[in-house]
């Protein structure tokens, strides 16, 4: 499903060029748990971004579905990512003084899907993410950060994308949150058959994923399987 093959991103500040991703090469199955982890500045959301295809890498191709997505236009990668592509953030980005159910309708709204079928559709996300039906009309200020997460979640699946992205979903978590956050990934993967990719610089919230790829200046260090993930059906 994923092809990252010889991508290099190169940042220029002033006269200064850097590698944030230095050739870098893996490949991601359909149905696979995925964690990165490496230390900070190591290229992480670098990754990340072009795999959520929002950036072009400077060279080295990303097949996404077999499509060459590296060398594509904003509104091309504008039309992957609504077809594709779920995004769970750090920051939960959620809008506040506006309820739970509204927040994960948005997405759709901008895909143009009506009333009711929003509606619909927002309900399953929320519950497939865990939440409790009671939450769905309180303001998404009114709720834990847990529960927040959650609705993050949901509001990366409602577009029902095959691939879910997030990057570091649980750094503003306590460890306790953060663990139930991480099982209801699991279950999204295990369950629902979705690939995910999660960043993370915690070893115990990357032994979540069924693999955990290790990069560090930029290059990939150690490919390890923590588990056989579950093939796509
Ligand atoms: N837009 C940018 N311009 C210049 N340098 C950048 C930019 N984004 C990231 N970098 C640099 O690239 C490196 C990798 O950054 P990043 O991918 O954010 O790492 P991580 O997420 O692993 O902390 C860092 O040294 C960072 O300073
Ligand atoms: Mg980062």
């Known amino acids: 499903m994923i092809e990252i093959k010889n991508i290099t991103k190169t940042y220029k500040t ?10 870098i090469s893996f490949t991601i199955n359909d149905g696979e748990f995925v964690a990165i982890m ?28 077999e499509k060459d997505v590296s060398t594509l236009s904003d509104d ?13 953030f750090q920051a939960f980005n959620l809008l506040p003084r506006t309820t739970v159910l509204r927040n994960v309708m948005l997405p759709l709204v901008y895909a143009g899907v009506h009333g009711a079928e ?15 039906e009671n939450h769905f009309q309180h303001m998404s200020n009114q709720i834990s950060g847990g529960q927040i ?13 095959s691939l879910i992205l997030a990057d570091e979903p649980t750094g503003n978590l306590d460890s306790k949150t953060g663990e139930i956050v991480m099982g209801t990934f699991q279950k999204l993967n295990k369950e629902l058959g979705r690939t995910i990719i999660l960043i993370t610089h915690e070893q115990e919230i990357a032994e979540h994923a069924d693999r955990i790829l290790f990069i560090k200046d930029g290059m ?14």
């Open 118 to 132: 929003r509606i619909a559709r927002a309900r399953t996300a929320l519950l497939s993410a865990g939440l409790d």
């Open 14 to 23: 002033g006269d200064v060029e850097f590698n944030a991703l230095d050739n």
């Open 76 to 88: 091309a990668l504008a039309d992957i990512r609504k077809d594709k592509i779920g995004f769970v």
């Open 149 to 161: 997460q959650r609705v993050a979640i949901a509001r990366a699946l409602v577009n029902n994308p």
């Open 220 to 233: 990939l260090l150690e490919d390890r399987t923590i588990r056989k993930s579950t093939p796509r059906f």
């Open 38 to 65: 490496g230390p900070s500045g190591s290229g992480k959301s670098t990754l990340m971004h072009i795999l959520g295809a929002l950036d072009n890498p400077t060279s080295g191709t990303y097949l996404l579905d």
